[in-house]
């Protein structure tokens, strides 16, 4: 089993709509979490943090559940500059030594908004 | 302006010459990181780096090493590069482990 997973998509929407996509993780005492959005071809770019209590940034929304170990990104009222491939990304626990806090990617969910 | 820079963007080349990719940043960050990206597999660590000297393997550092003589600078050479080799690479920064990374524009390399 993968250590995060995302459904690839990709996700055609039209303009205007929600799209909300979730990511799993498998280790339960993983420390956070975030999503990276990444365009076609350009290097991934952080996107927003995702806290317990839920947070939100304009048009997005992250939510963790920390007992089902998944995380989830709402987008309202896609636009077409919405099109790119959203990477849940987890950091890993601290083992006190080692790759302290390495950063896990899932392989990304692509979003195509269309007009 | 803030920047993970790497060089070369694009690089195509025959299996074992040895090459270099350089990564180089300008924010002081003390973590460094390699990573590649292939279809379907996503974001794997080659190597990274928590400070001057200090360097580890990722999930993925077979055929590839790093070095960190610098705060700003940190390396990958494939001595002897490979067909399976193939990929888009990034270099990325943070300050310390659990800061924002920050990714370079990525470099893509065909070995042929």
Not at chain 2, 14 to 22: A, E
Not at chain 2, 83 to 112: D, H, I, K, M, W
Request: charged content about 20%; overall charge positive; hydrophobic content about 30%.
């Amino acid at each position: 089993r993968k250590e995060v997973e995302q459904d690839p998509g990709p996700f055609n929407v039209p303009e205007g709509a929600t799209v909300a996509f979730n990511c799993t993780y498998s280790n339960s005492a993983s420390q956070s979490f975030f999503w990276y959005r990444q365009d076609c071809r350009k290097e991934p770019k952080l996107l927003m943090s995702v806290y317990s209590s839920g947070n939100e940034d304009g048009r997005f929304t992250a939510q963790l559940n920390r007992a089902s170990q998944y995380i989830s990104l709402l987008i309202r009222d896609s636009k077409l500059s919405d099109s790119a491939t959203y990477l849940c990304v987890v950091r890993g626990i601290f083992h006190g030594s080692g790759n302290t806090g390495k950063l896990i990617f899932g392989q990304g969910t692509t979003l195509q908004v269309k007009p | 302006e803030a920047q993970v820079t790497q060089n070369p963007r694009y690089l195509i080349t025959v299996t074992g010459k040895k090459l270099t990719v350089t990564c180089s940043q300008n924010m002081n960050h003390e973590y460094m990181s390699w990573y590649r990206q292939d279809p379907g597999l996503g974001l794997r660590q080659i190597y990274y780096s928590m400070n001057v000297e200090v360097t580890d393997k990722g999930d993925v550092p077979e055929g590839y090493k790093v070095s960190r003589k610098e705060k700003r600078n940190f390396p990958l050479i494939l001595e002897s590069p490979s067909p399976n080799q193939t990929s888009l690479y990034f270099c990325a920064s943070s300050r310390g482990v659990y800061g924002e990374l920050f990714f370079g524009e990525g470099s893509r390399l065909t070995v042929l």
